[in-house]
């Protein structure tokens, strides 16, 4: 399974980004994509994430200003950013979680930076 992510970039405070990120090779099933960030010095933290029926769950910090969405057919997963503030910099990891014989293996891409800048 090969993740490829663009629309990284820098950005202003107030500004918006749309991140995407397709999938492509042998899957099994696909359970569900998201996204994940990881700042300096701090811990990948889930960001947005969507299953394949559509349902979605957020990062309390991002709930009303990110939106997540997927192509199912294209097997891509997007993120709408909007009014970034400074604390959303961070490298942007899409993940694909894949259902293998029954077992659950979490996928992922190489990583897009995101700077917001105050």
């Known amino acids: 399974v090969q993740l490829q992510a663009y629309g990284g970039g820098l950005v202003q405070a107030g500004g918006s980004l749309r991140l995407s990120c397709g999938a492509s090779?042998?899957?099994?099933?696909?359970?569900?994509m998201g996204w994940y960030r990881q700042a300096p010095g701090k811990q990948r933290e889930l960001v947005a994430r969507?299953?394949?029926?559509?349902?979605?769950n957020y990062d309390e910090f991002v709930e009303g200003r990110f939106t997540i969405s997927r192509d199912n057919a294209k097997m891509t997963v997007y993120l709408e950013m909007n009014n970034l503030k400074p604390e959303d910099t961070a490298v942007y990891y899409c993940?694909?979680?894949?259902?293998?014989?029954?077992?659950?293996?979490?996928?992922w891409g190489q990583g897009t930076q995101v700077t917001v800048s105050s």
């Open positions: 993940n694909l979680e894949e259902l293998v014989g029954g077992g659950l293996y979490n996928r």
């Open positions: 090779g042998t899957i099994a099933s696909i359970n569900a």
């Open positions: 969507i299953t394949r029926t559509g349902a979605t």
